[in-house]
């Protein structure tokens, strides 16, 4: 009897589960397609291109990025149905405690996390990584253009009647090594050329260190000018290097743990890495975490008020939401380490969901 109540259990949040999944697809896919119609309005392409780019673009945004707030939504709904039903009357019969079946769901969302580590996210980041590519062909900004390969760092930028050719060893940190700037004139002509061992990019007004100037004057002489420092204003900065060419949302979990060595190597900051390696693994335990405390408010509600309902799902996301953004600003401002900035919300979720189920035995 136990198993057939189990599997009745697990059938019912599953479709409810995949419900919600399929609604917010359906939200995302209407409201991202207009983002890229737009985008690909004077390109001559079809709609069909716009179609592609959301479908590869929706997946990871849901499964990662908002799955947590679609769980608790769905395990609201699940509890609310099952209450208003009188089934949790009807399993109290049988022997099914409150926490027992609190328990259950969230090792069923704790399951689909894993789920999601293991099979889903490697393939919603190859999608990632297509959308990125393909959005990159058609970029409209090919006055500046960057490149991030095995030769170092590529940087290309027009300003006024002059090309500025930028190519650095390697980026660390905020810093470019051993960096050279070519300044070739609208002749195609090198007007001058600087070298750094190292420039501080923090800011789009770049740092250079003791950097060594040669001139090129009409009759081919050079002249080499030494300083101790110089300011380049760039239409770049450190951290939009990174959003173009360091999204890591195009890396699954497997190859963040396969191939951390390589991908420091090519330029990833370890921070960052092990920031998101973080994420990845706390992404069930907050997945179980948030199907309990929705469990905590139907429960404990004894208003069968929908609005009521609607109301804390919303505010819930919200206060959530905003709390993770805290913790990682935080970690982003080195007033903690980015590894616990990720645990921080959950380790609150967990003490409130302490407190509640407490509330919950006690019934």
Known sequence: MNNKINNYLIKNYSKVLLNSILIAFCLGLILN?????????????????????????IPNLIFINLMPFIIFISSMWFFISIKHNNELLTLKVFGFSNLKIISLIAMLSFVWGLLILVVINPLTANMVKYYEKTKSIYSKDTDHLVT??????????????????????????????????????????????????????????????????????????????????????????????????KNLDTISFIELITENKNLIIRGYEKTIISEKIN??????????????????????????????????????????????????????????????????????????????????NEK
Do not use: H
Not at 33 to 57: A, M, N
């Open 279 to 360: 994420s990845f693994f706390a992404l069930p335990f907050f997945l179980s975490l948030m199907t309990v405390l929705a469990a905590i408010f139907t429960i404990n509600n004894k208003n069968s008020n929908n609005i009521n309902y609607f109301m804390i799902a919303v505010l819930s996301c919200a206060v959530i939401y905003y709390m993770k953004d805290l913790s990682v600003a935080l970690g982003k401002s080195d007033r903690i380490t980015p590894e616990i900035s990720v645990w921080i919300p959950i380790i609150v979720i967990g003490l409130i969901n302490s407190i509640g189920l407490l509330q919950i």
């Open 33 to 57: 397609l207009f983002e890229e119609v737009e985008f690909f309005k004077d390109s001559g392409e079809s709609l069909f291109l716009p179609f592609i780019l959301t479908l590869s673009y």
């Open 148 to 245: 991030i390969n095995r030769n170092g760092v590529w940087i290309k930028e027009t300003k006024k009647d002059s090309l500025y050719i930028i190519n650095a060893e390697k980026l660390e940190n905020n810093f470019l090594t051993n960096v050279s700037v070519n300044i070739i004139s609208k002749d195609n002509l090198i007007k001058k050329r600087i070298e750094s061992e190292k420039a501080n990019i923090s800011l789009n007004t770049w740092a250079f260190e003791n950097p060594k100037i040669f001139s090129f004057d009409n009759d081919g002489n050079i002249i080499l000018e030494n300083r101790e420092n110089m300011e380049y204003v760039s239409f770049y900065n450190v951290d939009k290097l990174n959003n173009l060419f």
